[in-house]
Nanobody
């Protein structure tokens, strides 16, 4: 069983940057594909990015490609999402997810962190 806790959300102006972090406890972190999803008001939760167990393979949604970067530190049991060139369309609750298969959501979720981008 893996517990995930996100941090780093907040309010930022359009064009700005934020860095989200997710800290994991329990389970064998280095054996899980990790990722981020987001859910905007009135919309379904959608895939944002994922990273393989060793960090060598990364996937991104087309909407964030070139702007967001996912990374992980297995020694610290953390996964991060660096978000640059943010737009109001990036406003959502961002969720850390563990145990993905490719870009398909896994079983472990954090509580979410709010990201709001003002125009």
């Amino acid at each position: 069983q893996v517990q995930l806790v996100e941090s780093g959300g907040g309010l930022v102006q359009s064009g700005g940057s934020l860095r989200l972090s997710c800290a994991a406890s329990g389970g064998t972190f280095s054996s899980y594909v990790m990722g981020w999803f987001r859910q905007a008001p009135g919309k379904e939760r959608e895939f944002v990015a994922s990273i393989s167990e060793s960090g060598g393979i990364r996937y991104y949604a087309d909407s964030v490609k070139g702007r967001f970067t996912i990374s992980r530190d297995n020694a610290k049991r953390t996964v991060n999402l660096q978000m640059n060139s943010l737009t109001p369309e990036d406003t959502a609750v961002y969720y850390c997810n563990g145990g993905l298969i490719g870009t398909v959501k896994g079983n472990y979720w954090g509580q979410g962190t709010q990201v709001t981008v003002s125009s």
